[in-house]
């Protein structure tokens, strides 16, 4: 069965700092049990992306969940939540900074300094049945990079995941967001999806930028519901406004 419209939600911490790209342990958990009561199954973006080439839309009752950057704290939380629920979900990589740290800028208001995932825990992740994507080698703004800088960006990530886990990659995010047609045209040279963070659900938009729902706006856990359920459209597209000239968002 398809349908239209698709919420892809992005994680980035799950931890109790209560930063702007952090959920805690126990709300990611209810969160989970929320899916599964509205019965939403999570899958990973490619699974997605799959569907929706084979049938020109969404595959319907399912959520997708990512979790960008690679924080440990994904191994550690959110893994045995989505394996209690039997859930997939995609992880996007800074394959620069595995088993490093988020120190690509300068750090987050009560984030700090957090642990990025080891190659062995990404295994894990994949054992687990999650799709592992990539995030660029260093987490840069792609904008300001020159065209040489962008291709390498985007290729040697892919390259450096394929090499790892010994399978075709083939979802992307773009760091905080950020890209240009150039971006664009060669991430989908070398991907079939890509994630910007544009604040809404998915519909018919090019598979090189689809927005997501980040679940920062989503705590409470009846605008999560809502959210999912696309209840919160109109009230997001507001979110979407405001946003737009908040600096503090742009430093995801
Ligand atoms: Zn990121």
Redesign the pocket.
């Given at each position: 069965m398809a349908t239209d419209r698709l919420a892809i939600l992005t994680y980035h911490s799950v931890d109790d700092s209560g930063s702007v790209v952090s959920t805690s342990p126990a709300l990611f958990v209810k969160q989970m049990a929320v899916l599964a009561e509205l019965g939403l199954r999570g899958i990973s973006l490619a699974e997605a992306v799959r569907y929706r080439k084979r049938e020109g839309a969404w595959p319907k009752n399912v959520v997708v969940m990512t979790f960008?950057?690679g924080y440990a704290n994904v191994h550690e939380h959110a893994l045995p939540a989505l394996r209690e629920f039997e859930f997939s979900a995609t992880v996007f990589v800074v394959t620069g900074h595995v088993g490093l740290a988020n120190d690509w800028a300068p750090p987050l208001e009560r984030l700090g300094l957090q642990p990025l995932m080891t190659w062995s825990q990404i295994d894990d992740l994949v054992k687990a049945g999650l799709e592992i994507g990539a995030?660029t080698v260093t987490?840069p703004d792609l904008r300001r990079l020159d065209e040489q800088a962008v291709k390498r960006e985007i290729a040697d990530s892919r390259q450096s995941l394929e090499d790892k886990l010994q399978h075709r990659i083939s979802t992307f995010a773009y760091?905080?967001g950020w890209h240009t047609e150039y971006a664009r045209r060669i991430v989908g040279e070398a991907f079939d999806a890509a994630c910007t963070t544009e604040l809404r659900r998915a519909s018919y938009e090019s598979l090189e930028a689809l927005p997501r729902l980040d679940t920062y706006y989503l705590q409470q856990p009846d605008d999560f519901r809502r959210a999912v359920m696309g209840k919160l459209d109109r009230y997001l597209a507001i979110r979407r406004w405001g946003r737009s000239v908040r600096a503090v968002f742009r430093e995801?």
């Open positions: 960008d950057d995030h987490h760091p905080f995801k």
